[in-house]
């Protein structure tokens, strides 16, 4: 279960970060939306490994 988990919570971060990229493209909006939705999928994306890692 855990390892669904992060693998669910890797896809999102993985995902996310583009099509937040692209929505600043087309709509924009303030700068400090990227660097902290940035951080944001960094955290996401190193829980998601810390849960696939941890085994069963």
Same mark, same amino acid.
């Given at each position: 279960?855990?390892?669904?988990?992060? $693998?669910?919570m890797? $896809?999102?971060?993985? /995902?996310?970060?583009?099509?937040?990229?692209?929505?600043?493209?087309?709509?924009?909006?303030?700068?400090?939306?990227?660097?902290? /939705?940035? $951080?944001?999928?960094?955290?996401?994306? /190193?829980?998601?490994?810390?849960?696939?890692?941890?085994? /069963?």
């Open positions: 279960m855990k390892q669904t988990v992060g $693998l669910l890797q $896809l999102a971060a993985l /995902s996310m970060l583009p099509a937040i990229i692209i929505f600043q493209l087309f709509y924009g909006f303030r700068l400090i939306v990227m660097p902290i /939705s940035l $951080l944001a999928g960094i955290c996401v994306f /190193s829980i998601g490994t810390m849960l696939r890692e941890s085994g /069963s």
